[in-house]
């Protein structure tokens, strides 16, 4: 039995401590925004938040994680209430074919938390481990920086902003 802390929710799962993190937020939570890509920890489609830190869930057993804050794309906000990376990547039509944007936004939610106003580069940096092969990549980096503005405007602390608890 492991216990894990999802988007604020206890949850107590039976599973193989060795169990992938993805599988579990898949297959016991029914959390479907991180995707399986690679497998090898390479594409950053798995991407979640771990206290903050954006982490491969394909990678990370479940034993691991306990008394850990695990963020999934669920977390960032609801269809009738997005949060702000959500907003923005809808605003500014950053998804193509969308397989890649919940671990972009994972990553991008991590960077965010720490530094609202993150330079070019930073925003590159922080998204070195997703790849996307359907060529939005100018219209992701804009997304990231609206989404910070969006979270400036809104004058919230980053890491409270579109929590869906």
Do not use: W
């Not at 604020?8 to 995707?35: F, M, Q, W």
């Not at 923005?88 to 106003?117: D, T, V």
């Not at 092969?133 to 980053?158: D, K, N, V």
């Amino acid at each position: 039995m492991v216990s894990l802390s999802v988007n604020g929710s206890p949850h107590r799962i039976e599973a193989d401590p060795a169990t992938p993190l993805l599988y579990v937020l898949r297959d016991e939570l029914a959390l479907n925004g991180a995707k399986y890509g690679c497998g090898l920890g390479q594409c950053g489609s798995c991407t979640v938040v771990v206290d903050g830190e954006a982490v491969l869930s394909c990678m990370v057993p479940v034993m691991l994680l306990e008394g850990r804050e695990i963020t999934t794309i669920e977390g960032l906000g609801t269809i009738d209430e997005p949060g702000p990376l959500q907003e923005a990547f809808i605003e500014l039509q950053a998804a193509q074919c969308g397989y890649c944007i919940p671990g972009m936004m994972m990553s991008a939610h991590a960077l965010l938390r720490r530094n609202a106003q993150p330079s070019e580069e930073e925003i590159r940096e922080a998204l070195a481990i997703n790849l996307c092969r359907c060529g939005t990549h100018l219209r992701i980096l804009a997304a990231i920086r609206r989404a910070g503005e969006l979270m400036r405007a809104a004058s919230l602390p980053a890491t409270d902003q579109g929590s869906a608890g």
